[in-house]
């Protein structure tokens, strides 16, 4: 990737992420799992942020319009089914 890339300040945390695989032990205080979990919380919350902002960039639409979209294709190819059933039923009866 080239240098200067709006991408470029997320590769760091990023490689945090990766790198900061916390496995929750016995030996961590209640405080520290608590922090623990709230970093990831955070990291996941950003990862999203990140995704969404790739998908506006690729397709010019967010995550939930996509979600939108693929809800009403779905229930566009439901009512198709429905009429064709519906049309095949008709026409057996009419044989």
């Known amino acids: 990737m080239k240098n200067g890339s709006i991408y470029e300040p997320f590769y760091a945390k990023i490689s945090r992420i990766k790198e900061g695989k916390i496995s929750m032990s016995k030996t961590l ?20 942020s990140l995704f969404d902002t790739a998908c506006k960039k690729e397709f010019g639409h967010s995550i939930s319009q996509i979600h939108k979209m693929i809800d009403a294709q779905e229930k566009y ?11 095949n039923q008709l026409e057996r009866s009419e044989n």
């Not at 205080?29 to 999203?48: A, G, P, T, Y």
């Not at 190819?77 to 049309?87: H, L, N, P, T």
């Open 29 to 48: 205080k209640l405080s520290e799992q608590i922090e623990n979990i709230q970093q990831e919380i955070d990291d996941l919350k950003f990862l999203k």
């Open 77 to 87: 190819e439901a009512r198709k089914a429905a009429q064709q059933g519906q049309r």
